[in-house]
């Protein structure tokens, strides 16, 4: 049945992101008593091991149920693996830089999921044109999963060539290292751990009504082929990237709140005009506008989001306590979202 088909496909993408927080509190630990490189390698490695995974398994019509559950297991290590990866990113980043440009260099950390999709996008487009619709339905759709390992080893390569954080390498020599990070963040800093859950599911709400939900909303009510939605959804991602660097290095400027404020109340005025106008347009460019106008929300919100988290904690217990508060959000408020 092609409804309880897409609910359950919805749900697969759901359980990675309930088990984010698993990640967050494992490699958060890890982040706050090793180091920050070494956590940072890792969760590299276990999402482009699972990714890369995703497009050898065998379908549903070869192993039956086993196929979905064997997608879900790699699902989760992705979830787990992401817990870790974001609040490490932008801890690194954060950690290197003058605290009067923090949230624009962490902006280039932000930039990466809006980068991320088109990519996705238009791999998935490219694959899609290069091949026949036999052979695309046959193995084509493996393609982009099996091409992320050329992007694991690239990131491999930078990652192991990277310095220990100056901040970290301080708190390591001066002995000021958390014992378990995730109890002293909850324990010290409670309050702040519910603010940066708020913060995060805000954002979460309008990243996945934007990016999530719209692959579904332009296939179903558009009803426009899964190759054309691909393809607006790419450009628009695209188009995004100056906004996501702007907006950062504005923060630094006019303060993370203002800008924050100024892309949910763009989200509310446009979400639900926006997604009625699309239903009834089948141009690829008007379409690629649309998502452009969805995904603009993100903007505001996503440039300053992991800088505003980092900067509510301590070094000792930054990257656990962000890495919770930001899964924890998006986990639960995100995922759902569809």
């Known amino acids: 049945d092609p409804i309880a088909a897409s609910l359950l496909t919805w749900l697969i993408f759901a359980t990675g992101f309930v088990v984010r927080p698993v990640g967050a509190a494992l490699f958060g630990h890890l982040g706050d008593k090793i180091g920050r490189k070494t956590t940072f390698i890792t969760t590299l490695l276990l999402m482009g091991v699972a990714t890369f995974l995703m497009g050898l398994l065998p379908t549903y019509a070869e192993i039956g149920l086993a196929a979905p559950v064997l997608l879900t297991i790699l699902r989760i290590l992705q979830g787990v693996s992401l817990g870790g990866e974001y609040g490490g990113a932008v801890t690194y980043v954060l950690e290197h830089s003058a605290s009067r440009a923090r949230a624009f260099y962490a902006g280039f950390v932000a930039v990466t999921p809006p980068l991320g999709l088109a990519l996705a996008s238009l791999t998935l487009v490219t694959a899609s044109k290069l091949l026949s619709p036999q052979d695309f339905a046959a193995y084509g759709w493996r393609v982009p999963f099996l091409l992320s390992i050329i992007l694991t080893a690239i990131g491999l390569v930078f990652r192991i060539k990277l310095l220990e954080t100056p901040l970290f390498e301080e708190a390591k ?108 347009v089948k141009d690829v460019a008007l379409v690629s506008l649309g998502v452009f106008v969805l995904i603009l929300a993100t903007a505001f919100t996503f440039s300053i989001l992991g800088t505003t988290l980092a900067e509510l904690f301590p070094t000792r217990v930054r990257y656990t306590a962000m890495s919770m508060a930001f899964n924890l959000g998006i986990g639960f408020f995100g995922g759902f979202t569809p």
């Open 173 to 280: 020599r001066r002995g000021d290292v958390a014992k378990i990070p995730l109890v002293e963040a909850l324990a010290k800093y409670p309050r702040y751990m519910l603010v940066g859950i708020a913060i995060a599911a805000g954002h979460a709400v309008l990243a996945y009504t934007a990016t999530g939900y719209i692959f579904t909303y332009l296939t179903d009510v558009t009803r426009l082929d899964p190759i054309t939605a691909n393809l607006a959804v790419g450009v628009a991602g695209l188009f995004q990237l100056p906004f996501y660097i702007f907006n950062a290095w504005l923060s630094d400027k006019v303060g993370r709140r203002r800008i924050y404020m100024t892309g949910l109340l763009f989200a509310m005025a446009t979400y639900y005009p926006v997604y009625l106008w699309l239903a009834g």
